[in-house]
């Protein structure tokens, strides 16, 4: 069996996709703000390591001494001006190195790392390495005769270790990242209070639909729910319109039917009481009785009759049964229908006959048997109650030879219906004037929510021109039109 989907929240599922693009944006703010902070620390101190590597490139002669001695005393001079230069803190050290136009060093130190293809050229250039496995920044710079190549010179690098620069940047990440640490929760506590307070209304709104009482189906006032929240407002509105509207057919439903009920009941009720005083004056008239227990029958007839009536009804409302559907055979039940009328024609002397194939594949539909049933038998009766003795009664299927519909029509030579009511007639218990037919006036109410139930079309028209002789009796003629694949209900 399938499992219930858990039921979710909306105020918890908003909050979720409010705080989680900002929970996935902090790290990244975080790191984002790192690399800008080691850039800003990279910059003061950048500069002044450029300024000192230039200013021990100045000291710097273009040619190195080609012997020995010369090199000794050149080197005795560059570690001078590079101690006067180069005054380390208390923080970072201060490594230098004077390469010359073959790659022999001149001065500083030997362990220094050699510069990267892409720091040629006269200007001054930065990176980051290691020297003695600790980290460094280095400015290299290339000295050269006006008009020769920067790398054919000498190179001067310096480096200085990069604790004064972590320090620094360490500094603008906790000025930037800690008051996160408190504008973030407080940020939330504001969205989860913003949240709260923009779903207030729904939550009135439940207050007030809570506080109703079973029997209001009035609608909902919209003036005051939010803009979003108006269109399922406006669809409960109409849901409640046509609840209301059916509770009070319903109602009228059950007024009219226990109406129509009360007078067979009370004539069995009449007539047993007749029976009753018959029988205790001792001068009971056997045909008095007779006549009394006849009319208890017919009374109790009708009775039953208006019950199953009212039972066919509420099957026809049934939407579950409806969905019920199966090959119906329209022939089959046509056929059956007429052939259980037949005993009731010949008592009122009305010719009841059938037309159209006899079987086959040629009428078959999608629909409810039990209903279909139902249908043919209440327009099959009703033709037979209206049709006066010496009438004739029809009933005729014909299919589409496209195979698209299977046309039912039931035809009578009886008083007919006039254009104004035939609309009325398929409503509960609303019989023709003018005619003092005994019925339940549920039987063409009944065909047409059975119908409406298979997709099917009801058409109702006279079955002859209303001139001259047949202007009083033009007959009626029900045309139902069914879909061969009915339509979901």
Known sequence: MPTSREQRSLFGEILDWMLAPLLLLW???????????????????????????????????????????????????????ATLLLRPDDNDSLFFQVLGPGGERLAGDADFPPPPDTAAGPELHFRDDQIHDEPVRVASIWVAEDGAAPETGTLVQLAET???????????????????????????????????????????????????????????????????????????????????????????????AAHQLKTPLAGLRTQAELAEREIDSGQADPQ????????????????????????????????????????????ELTMEAV??????????RIDLGYEGPEGGAQAHLSGQPVLLRE????????????????????????????????????????????????ELVFQPFYRALGTNV????????????????????VILADARPRSGATASSPGALFTVRFPVRAAEP
């Open 339 to 348: 052939r259980d009328f037949v005993p009731r024609a010949m008592d009122k």
């Open 375 to 422: 249908l043919v038998r209440n327009l099959v009766d009703n033709a037979l109650q209206y049709t006066p003795a010496g009438g004739t009664v029809t009933a005729r299927v014909t299919p589409d030879p496209f195979g698209q519909v299977v046309v039912l029509q039931v035809e009578d030579t009886g008083p007919g219906i006039t254009p104004a009511e035939r």
């Open 27 to 81: 790290p990244m703010s975080v790191a984002i703000t790192w690399l800008v902070a080691q850039n800003i620390a990279n910059r003061p101190y950048d500069r002044e390591l450029g300024e000192l590597a230039q200013a021990l490139a100045r000291q710097v002669p273009a040619h190195a001494a080609a012997d020995e001695p010369g090199r000794r005393a050149l080197r005795t001079e560059l570690e001078r001006q």
């Open 288 to 331: 008095a009785v007779k006549h009394s227990l006849r009319q208890i029958a017919l009374s109790s007839q009708r009775a039953a009759h208006m019950v199953n009536q009212l039972l066919a009804m509420a099957r026809a409302e049934d939407k579950e049964q409806a969905l019920r559907r199966q090959d119906v055979d329209l022939v």
């Open 162 to 256: 990069v604790d004064k620069r972590s320090q620094l940047a360490s500094e603008i990440i906790k000025g930037v990242i800690l008051p996160q640490f408190v504008i973030l929760p407080l940020a939330v506590l504001l969205v989860w209070f913003a949240l709260a307070r923009g779903i207030r209304p729904l939550s009135d709104l439940q207050q007030r639909i809570r506080a109703r009482d079973s029997s209001d189906l009035s609608p909902i006032e919209e003036r005051h729910v939010p803009e979003e929240v108006a269109p399922l407002v406006a669809a409960i509105n109409d849901l409640l319109t046509r609840l209301d509207q059916s509770i009070a057919s319903q109602r009228h439903f059950l007024a009219d």
């Open 438 to 457: 005994d019925g339940s006036g549920l039987g063409l109410a009944i065909v047409i929510e059975i119908a409406h139930a298979h997709g099917a079309e």
